[in-house]
């Protein structure tokens, strides 16, 4: 069945970088849409970035601009989400998503695919 593997949090102290990946298997990862959502204890989940199957266009959730920014290899079948400038607000659960043909999709029901998530914690 689909994989989607997270992989590079960890703790960091506040203004720090993490850069998290997301290798995808069994699936034609260049039809399909990617994205990034976040979870903290308590609140539900939130997109943090998304970006198109087709043209690489990306978009971001307002806590993240400026400082994140998606990219995807598609030869690698990887999304990655480079953070940096973190703040302890952005301690959660990250998680990759794959969404067919999607075209930066903000919603977390229009996907189709998840991750187990990892781990991201920023100390202050």
């Known amino acids: 069945q689909v994989q989607l593997v997270e992989s590079g949090g960890g703790l960091v102290q506040a203004g720090g970088s993490l850069r998290l990946s997301c290798t995808a298997s069994r699936l034609t990862f260049s039809k399909y849409g990617m994205g990034w959502f976040r979870q903290a204890p308590g609140k539900e989940r939130e997109v943090v970035a998304a970006?198109?199957?087709?043209?690489?266009?990306?978009d971001y959730a307002y806590s993240g601009q400026g400082r994140f920014t998606i990219s995807r290899v598609d030869t690698k079948s990887t999304v990655y989400l480079q953070m940096n400038s973190l703040k302890p607000e952005d301690t959660a659960v990250y998680y990759c998503?794959?969404?067919?043909?999607?075209?930066?999709?903000?919603?977390?029901?229009?996907?189709?695919?998840w991750g187990q998530g990892t781990q991201v914690t920023v100390s202050s």
């Open positions: 970006i198109s199957w087709y043209d690489g266009s990306t």
């Open positions: 998503a794959a969404k067919l043909r999607g075209n930066r999709a903000t919603q977390s029901t229009e996907y189709d695919y």
